[in-house]
């Protein structure tokens, strides 16, 4: 099988690389380490398709040294071991290892005291975050570079790169063509290229538009894996969106989302928005989710994504309040540092001189709740942003009011 054209266009120099100019452009970080020939251990990190293997595939050809790929999932300790025993042999070997965070305790164990002396030279890649995924001891003794994502500029240019290559010999194509791959290749390069083949070799006088393409994918691809950080990413943007009261941006994570299927992220999601973000400032949006989410499993996808719109354009637009998380976090805080002093004794379970509310006017009666040392704590503070969340103000002002003149 011949390679596709993808891996005939990675680059043979740093200086070929696509993109990530704030690593590889003049006198950054790598750019100036690979000058100067002093390569640490280090990992790469970022959504696929945006030079992780050929910025590492780069270096080694640059600085012209011993090296060897693994991939963390595929290869076996005994590839692990062999390149061991290579590097002691040749004082020295670069491991480009590919999907870094599922390595294992025992490759670690092998690993680890080549990487501290220096031996083994480790540069690994991963699409997930070092700091959630990757075993801090790894972690520890390598440096992390962030890699960005591709703009549509780069997509273009990698692509107005690969048009020249033999294999595409006689191509005709516009820049309206190249523009929309670049615009549904999600910002993966090898995406681009990848269906910049395709589309050159499913017709016959060579000439590659936009009705091409479209008959091959008119679907745009984005990173959105379920089961790793983009996920996450695009989860976490949904709900800062919808707390930021941004309509617009909270409908298209939510689009994203029910475009992967992804019904029990977006239903938990919207659960803890729900009391997290829009709480006491709208406490009827419980029970509106709660109906939302009932309707949406039992009309399943794709008529689900009506009901999902309402509730998230319901929840975006709605007044917010995160005065009973912040108001918890205290307790908790209290709780978790010890200052839990004994119950009093008239609220306990045998409740010695407990006064009964109700046998009191308007249902209240001052007396002492909180233990000792935290009778002067307040940890609800209202917020005003809506109607009901300042009623909660006024009759907690009263209490407050009422308990202050109980004590003169």
């Known amino acids: ?14 200086d070929e690389v696509i993109g990530q100019k704030h690593l590889l ?8 380490l690979v000058k100067n020939k002093k390569i640490p251990s280090m990992i790469l990190y970022g959504r696929p398709g945006i030079g992780k293997t050929s910025i590492a595939n780069a270096i080694v050809k ?26 002691k042999m040749y004082d020295g070997i670069v491991l480009i290892m590919d999907e870094i965070h599922r390595l294992n305790k025992d490759k670690q164990d092998l690993l680890l005291p080549q990487i501290e002396s220096g031996l083994i030279t ?9 700091y959630h995924k990757i075993n801090p001891a790894i972690r520890s003794r390598c ?23 033999p294999d595409l010999d006689g191509i005709i194509i516009d820049d309206e063509a190249l523009k929309y791959i670049a615009a549904i290749s999600g910002n993966d390069l090898r995406y681009a290229y990848n269906l910049l083949e395709i589309a050159f070799f499913s017709t016959n006088d060579k000439v590659v538009n936009v009705e091409t393409i479209k008959k091959i994918n008119n679907k745009p691809a984005f990173f959105h894996d379920k089961n790793e950080d983009g996920h996450y990413d695009v989860l976490s943007a949904f709900q800062k969106s919808i707390r930021g009261s941004d309509v617009n941006a909270s409908l298209h994570y939510l689009a994203r989302l029910l475009e992967a299927g992804d019904l029990d992220s977006i239903y938990r999601r919207l659960s803890v928005i729900c009391y997290e973000d829009i709480g006491l400032a709208n406490p009827n949006i419980g029970p509106r989710l709660n109906a939302a989410i009932n309707a949406s499993e039992l009309v399943g996808l794709p008529e689900a994504v009506i009901p999902m719109s309402e509730i998230v354009i319901e929840m975006a637009l709605s007044p917010k309040s995160n005065s009973a998380n912040l108001a918890i976090n205290k307790a908790l805080e209290d709780v978790r540092t010890g200052k839990c002093e004994k119950v009093p004794t008239h609220i306990n379970a045998t409740a010695v001189g407990y006064l ?9 009666v001052v007396q002492e709740y909180l233990p000792n040392n935290l009778r002067k704590k307040n940890y609800y503070n209202p917020k005003t942003t809506s109607q009901y969340e300042r009623s909660l103000k006024q009759i907690k002002e009263s209490i407050d009011k009422i308990k202050n003149e109980s004590k003169n």
């Open 356 to 364: 009964y509310p109700h046998d009191y006017p308007n249902d209240f």
């Open 122 to 130: 480790l540069i690994g890649l991963t699409t997930s975050n070092p």
């Open 25 to 32: 452009g003049e006198n950054k970080i790598l750019k100036n």
């Open 1 to 14: 099988m011949e390679k596709p054209l993808a891996l005939k266009l990675a680059p043979n120099s740093i």
């Open 62 to 87: 640059d600085l012209n040294v011993r090296y060897r790929f693994l991939n963390a999932t595929i290869n076996n300790k005994k590839d692990f071991d062999i390149v061991v025993e290579e590097a």
């Open 143 to 165: 440096h992390l570079f962030e890699l960005l994502p591709l703009e549509e500029k780069d997509i273009i240019e990698g692509l107005k790169k690969a048009i020249k290559h």
